[in-house]
């Protein structure tokens, strides 16, 4: 249905991406993947979080903490296409302890992350954070009560002590330049390509700094280059098939009975759910949007992705065999935008051949003919309508269809057999009567079954401390030039 109050944002959107397609990610919902991550850290078992060191029979195990007035987290735009990244508010502690024993203590350095700084950009369909700069000072604590009886119980000398000694300078220096990096890597290398599950957005692709009434301070990935819709991939939500058009044949012209199914196989790689986001943390308005130029719809919908589609079987019952080949043919396909209805249009002329026989087999290689014939139809006026829906269980955005109208007509069959006349006639007039419902049958169920995925974002919806409860979900405009769909969300 038509959102005419997201007119204005459609309006903005369109002009920013100068008729190429965009992805609007709203600054909390992109944020969001920090505060999972930090979680996601501050709740790993000890075990977890233990890792060997060089030196034989000593560990460390780090711990992440928060300061007083909690984690910091913000983008702010350079102008320019730049986008930079600031994290803060974060403390790790490394304990450097006997190996598989962390109350074994040998000593305990503590690391305060004033800021993280990074530049956004997008690189091989992942969003990532280059590292610009940091403020990360160690400090190291009162050595522990443990620290000399855990080092005579691993035996060492003065000497090993000394190396020990140079190796807790080592992990104070070298430490803070790999913790900047841990954290960007938890807002960083996010999945933008299965976000955008039906879409290529094409490199080179921009990530620039948005503000609108209707989102507040987002993101916004645009593409430099024409988009693509990409109708290849499953559809993800269980029982449900689409994507590319296929064929599959069922039944027999002997039995007046021809069926064209157009379906697609099931999704193979269901994404991981996410870590929980402690319960409190400020993400209001995790909304996220894309804009579909109609250029990029008309040529995923467009006459060069329905070929001439070939179909046949033979088969038999003991020594009487058939066969049958058959053409379904698009003759014209076009796409509309219906801005009233807040819809796509897609209108379509069919044509359907098809040519078959059945014999009997004999001796020495022979053959006895039983009949043969061909079949010729027209399904015109074909008029399907698609829309967006939001699927709530699997937080996806779909491309629906239904199909609203179409005309079965000049349905000719011509047929021969040695019998030959009333036989061949009767067989005739049992085709032409039976082919319009048997195809009509299997357009609507092909079509009916025709999903695809647009924006896939499980993984910055789902999480178990803080759910996230859609709003009036699904927001749909459809302007001129263009599709704007997504959805808006808020905490429980």
């Given at each position: 249905m038509q959102n005419p109050d997201f007119a204005p944002l459609y309006t903005a959107l369109e002009a920013r991406c100068n008729g190429k397609a965009g992805f609007l990610l709203t600054k909390d919902?992109?944020?969001?993947?920090?505060?999972?991550?930090?979680?996601?850290?501050?709740?790993?078992?000890?075990?977890?979080?233990?890792?060997?060191?060089?030196?034989?029979?000593?560990?460390?195990?780090?711990?992440?903490?928060?300061?007083?007035?909690?984690?910091?987290?913000?983008?702010?735009?350079?102008?320019?296409?730049?986008?930079?990244?600031?994290?803060?508010?974060?403390?790790?502690?490394?304990?450097?302890?006997?190996?598989?024993?962390?109350?074994?203590?040998?000593?305990?350095?503590?690391?305060?992350?004033?800021?993280?700084?990074?530049?956004?950009e997008v690189a091989s369909g992942t969003i990532v954070a280059r590292r610009l700069s940091y403020t990360i000072t160690p400090t190291f604590a009162p050595s522990p009560p443990t620290r000399d009886a855990t080092m005579t119980a691993l035996g060492w000398n003065q000497a090993q002590k000394d190396t020990f000694a140079q190796f807790e300078q080592f992990v104070a220096f070298a430490s803070p330049s790999f913790i900047a990096d841990q954290l960007l890597g938890m807002v960083g290398n996010l999945p933008l390509s299965q976000w955008l599950a039906g879409l290529s957005l094409g490199d080179p692709l921009a990530v620039e700094f948005f503000d609108h009434p209707k989102t507040g301070a987002s993101l916004l990935i645009r593409g430099l280059t024409a988009s693509v819709i990409q109708r290849s991939d499953p559809c993800p939500c269980p029982g449900i098939n689409a994507g590319e058009v296929s064929a599959?044949?069922?039944?027999?012209?002997?039995?007046?009975?021809?069926?064209?199914?157009?379906?697609?196989?099931?999704?193979?790689?269901?994404?991981?759910?996410?870590?929980?986001?402690?319960?409190?943390?400020?993400?209001?308005?995790?909304?996220?949007?894309?804009?579909?130029?109609?250029?990029?719809?008309?040529?995923?919908?467009?006459?060069?992705?329905?070929?001439?589609?070939?179909?046949?079987?033979?088969?038999?019952?003991?020594?009487?065999?058939?066969?049958?080949?058959?053409?379904?043919?698009?003759?014209?396909?076009?796409?509309?935008?219906?801005?009233?209805?807040?819809?796509?249009?897609?209108?379509?002329?069919?044509?359907?051949?098809?040519d078959a026989r059945a014999w009997v087999n004999l001796p020495c290689d022979g053959e006895l003919e039983l009949a043969s014939g061909s079949l010729d139809g027209e399904v015109n006026n074909v008029r399907i309508r698609l829309r967006p829906v939001f699927d709530i269980q699997s937080k996806r955005v779909l491309l629906d269809s239904a199909l609203e109208n179409h005309d079965v007509t000049n349905i000719n069959a011509h047929l021969n057999s040695p019998l030959g006349w009333p036989l061949d006639e009767i067989l005739r007039r049992v085709l032409e009567h039976n082919a319009p419902g048997m195809i009509t049958q299997q357009l609507r169920s092909a079509v009916g079954s025709g999903r695809f995925t647009l924006l896939e974002l499980e993984q910055l919806l789902t999480n178990d401390a803080a759910p996230i409860q859609p709003v009036n979900a699904l927001v749909t405009y459809v302007g001129a030039t263009g599709v704007l769909t997504g959805i808006g969300s808020r905490p429980v």
């Amino acid at each position: 249905m038509q959102n005419p109050d997201f007119a204005p944002l459609y309006t903005a959107l369109e002009a920013r991406c100068n008729g190429k397609a965009g992805f609007l990610l709203t600054k909390d919902l992109f944020l969001r993947t920090f505060g999972i991550g930090i979680d996601r850290m501050e709740r790993a078992p000890a075990a977890d979080r233990e890792r060997d060191t060089r030196l034989p029979g000593v560990s460390f195990t780090t711990t992440v903490g928060r300061e007083a007035a909690g984690i910091r987290a913000d983008v702010f735009d350079l102008g320019h296409r730049e986008v930079h990244l600031l994290l803060g508010g974060i403390s790790m502690q490394v304990d450097l302890h006997r190996q598989g024993n962390p109350a074994a203590l040998l000593s305990t350095i503590q690391f305060g992350v004033t800021n993280v700084e990074a530049r956004l950009e997008v690189a091989s369909g992942t969003i990532v954070a280059r590292r610009l700069s940091y403020t990360i000072t160690p400090t190291f604590a009162p050595s522990p009560p443990t620290r000399d009886a855990t080092m005579t119980a691993l035996g060492w000398n003065q000497a090993q002590k000394d190396t020990f000694a140079q190796f807790e300078q080592f992990v104070a220096f070298a430490s803070p330049s790999f913790i900047a990096d841990q954290l960007l890597g938890m807002v960083g290398n996010l999945p933008l390509s299965q976000w955008l599950a039906g879409l290529s957005l094409g490199d080179p692709l921009a990530v620039e700094f948005f503000d609108h009434p209707k989102t507040g301070a987002s993101l916004l990935i645009r593409g430099l280059t024409a988009s693509v819709i990409q109708r290849s991939d499953p559809c993800p939500c269980p029982g449900i098939n689409a994507g590319e058009v296929s064929a599959n044949p069922s039944g027999s012209l002997l039995n007046g009975d021809l069926a064209v199914n157009i379906a697609t196989g099931p999704r193979a790689n269901p994404p991981a759910p996410a870590p929980g986001l402690p319960a409190g943390t400020n993400f209001l308005e995790p909304y996220a949007f894309l804009l579909l130029p109609k250029d990029a719809l008309s040529v995923a919908f467009g006459p060069s992705v329905y070929p001439a589609i070939s179909l046949g079987d033979r088969g038999g019952w003991g020594s009487a065999q058939y066969s049958w080949s058959a053409t379904v043919s698009f003759r014209s396909l076009a796409l509309d935008l219906d801005a009233l209805d807040g819809s796509l249009l897609l209108t379509a002329d069919l044509g359907l051949h098809m040519d078959a026989r059945a014999w009997v087999n004999l001796p020495c290689d022979g053959e006895l003919e039983l009949a043969s014939g061909s079949l010729d139809g027209e399904v015109n006026n074909v008029r399907i309508r698609l829309r967006p829906v939001f699927d709530i269980q699997s937080k996806r955005v779909l491309l629906d269809s239904a199909l609203e109208n179409h005309d079965v007509t000049n349905i000719n069959a011509h047929l021969n057999s040695p019998l030959g006349w009333p036989l061949d006639e009767i067989l005739r007039r049992v085709l032409e009567h039976n082919a319009p419902g048997m195809i009509t049958q299997q357009l609507r169920s092909a079509v009916g079954s025709g999903r695809f995925t647009l924006l896939e974002l499980e993984q910055l919806l789902t999480n178990d401390a803080a759910p996230i409860q859609p709003v009036n979900a699904l927001v749909t405009y459809v302007g001129a030039t263009g599709v704007l769909t997504g959805i808006g969300s808020r905490p429980v």
